[in-house]
């Protein structure tokens, strides 16, 4: 026994090929002869007062929806342009206050190190960023320091940076 919506389907399909019986053959016909009755009465009907009018709207309506689609997708393409130069491009540089593991006293100022932040983040929490740098990995004191970074300061995976120590604050770029 079929079901209620294998027989919907039977019928939308059987429609569906009746409609294109009907109308090939009718294109057929128009192609080859189309001064016929049914190509004039159609041309009448689509031509008509009414249905020009309709038609025109219709026309304007897809031109104005067609424009405020292609705004929409500029303005969400700007969005992810932006979006990508100040989280993930490494353009453009973003501060935070993070602790930095080194010993004061073997890391003089202006002096460049290989440094490295271990991934931290969890499903619960897949955008959480950096908060803590490590130069080197042996034996360190924490400082909090402010550390620009130059690079994605997204803590999804192990990463190694280059930093370089001012007096109070350190810069760092990814490598």
């Not at 001064?35 to 009018?53: D, L, P, Q, V, Y």
């Not at 309506?61 to 932006?82: D, P």
């Not at 402010?146 to 190694?160: L, N, Q, T």
């Amino acid at each position: 026994m079929a079901t209620l919506g294998e027989v919907i389907g039977w019928i939308v399909l059987l429609l569906f090929v009746l409609l294109v019986a009907a109308v090939f053959p009718l294109m057929v016909y128009h192609g080859y002869n189309p001064k016929n009755r049914i190509s004039r009465g159609i041309s009448a009907f689509w031509n008509s007062g009414g249905i020009k009018t309709i038609r025109r709207l219709v026309g304007v309506g897809f031109k104005v929806v067609w424009w405020v689609f292609c705004f929409f997708f500029v303005v969400w393409l700007v969005y992810l342009c932006a979006d990508w130069y100040f989280t993930d491009s490494g353009w453009y540089p973003r501060e935070r206050e993070v602790a930095v593991f080194f010993k004061a006293n073997q890391w003089l100022d202006g002096e460049i190190k290989t440094c490295y932040s271990g991934k931290s983040t969890t499903q619960y929490d897949p955008e959480a960023e950096l908060t803590a740098i490590s130069c080197p990995l042996e034996g360190n004191e924490s400082h909090v320091l402010r550390v620009k970074f130059w690079g994605p300061i997204r803590a999804d995976r192990e990463k190694v940076w280059k930093c370089k120590r001012f007096q109070t604050k350190v810069t760092c770029w990814l490598q």
